[in-house]
């Protein structure tokens, strides 16, 4: 058999034999591990009310009062905590950070507004506004905030469904996470899933 003809097969083989290891058995073993193992987390974390899918677990949103018209300005539901500012407007498709440096005038500016709006919003003194209800996160996707910005916003929250305050912050401890590994950051209030516990509770 000629060189070039053997060479050519042999590369045929390898291609044939890696396609169905990397491209079948490896693909098909990693699922099944991640069903078997992993169930919740391999479909999505998908959070439920009421048996409808109304989000993830791994994904901020926003919790925003319904638009009158395309052009009304998305204004947060005071009956819902609320995440971290975004970047992208929690679109799963626009992932990002806003690229703005900590020497930048509009991020400043953006600080500023968002620290007079949340103060205004969850009536409390603006030096008291965390710095997370304040900045994006990397991603603009994160679906955690401080337990502080949570704290603060368990008075509105309480006083706009009519439930008392110790009840929602019962619910704030319920859905702390704490540090990664034990050790790493700080502990974090998961809001999509403090929402559907709030949403429940009525």
Known sequence: MPTFLRTHL??????LVMTVILGIAYPLLVTGVGQLAFTSEANGSIVKTGGKEVGSSLL???????????DDPSQPDPKWF??????GGHDPAASGASN???NSGGLLKAVEERRAAVAAFDGVDPASVPADALTASGSGLDPHISVA?????????ARERGLPVGTVNQLIEKHTDGRSLGFLGQPGVNVVTLNQAVAELR
């Open 82 to 87: 609320q995440p971290r500012p975004s970047a």
């Open 100 to 102: 703005l440096g900590p």
């Open 149 to 157: 910005y949570a704290e603060e916003q368990a008075g509105r929250v």
């Open 60 to 70: 901020g949103q926003g919790f925003d009062l319904p638009k009158a018209n395309a």
């Open 10 to 15: 042999t590369a045929l083989r390898m291609l």
